[in-house]
């Protein structure tokens, strides 16, 4: 049988406005990550929106480290790439007060 899901609700998206570029921690061979990064939050919530515009820097280091800290191989298959998310959105609601993100698209992903 066939079981039907009700879709997710509709979220809002948080947009960075600048690219994450970082070095990967390869080491000998350079290599490097861009990445444009939207985080989804639960629509209609005021003050997680605001608490993330506030909060923007914080959010960059975050993200910042944690793709620092990857090398080439361990971003290289969707489900990597799928971790990663999950990692940044752990690390982030880590610090918020106002509400969770919910999802983390990757709006661009480049590894180099």
Same mark, same amino acid.
């Not at 947009?15 to 990550?33: C, K, L, M, S, Y």
């Not at 990597?80 to 880590?94: G, P, T, V």
């Given at each position: !049988?066939?079981?039907?899901?009700?879709?997710?609700?509709?979220?809002? !998206?948080?947009n960075?406005?600048?690219?994450?570029?970082?070095?990967?921690?390869?080491?000998? $061979?350079?290599?490097?990550?861009?990445?444009?990064?939207?985080?989804?939050? $639960?629509?209609?919530? /005021?003050?997680?929106?605001?608490?993330?515009?506030?909060?923007?820097?914080?959010?960059?280091?975050?993200?910042?480290?944690?793709?620092?800290?990857?090398?080439?191989?361990?971003? !290289?298959?969707?489900?990597?790439?799928?971790?990663l998310? $999950?990692?940044?959105?752990?690390?982030?609601n880590?610090?918020? !007060? $106002?509400?969770? /993100?919910?999802?983390?698209?990757?709006?661009?992903?480049?590894?180099?």
């Amino acid at each position: !049988s066939i079981a039907i899901i009700k879709p997710p609700p509709p979220t809002e !998206s948080f947009n960075f406005p600048d690219d994450f570029r970082v070095n990967t921690a390869d080491q000998g $061979e350079p290599h490097f990550i861009k990445l444009k990064i939207s985080l989804g939050y $639960e629509k209609g919530n /005021v003050a997680l929106a605001a608490e993330l515009g506030d909060r923007i820097h914080q959010l960059r280091d975050i993200i910042n480290l944690i793709l620092a800290g990857k090398t080439k191989d361990q971003l !290289s298959t969707i489900q990597q790439q799928l971790e990663l998310r $999950e990692e940044i959105k752990a690390s982030i609601n880590h610090i918020l !007060s $106002e509400g969770k /993100v919910t999802n983390i698209y990757f709006d661009e992903f480049i590894v180099n």
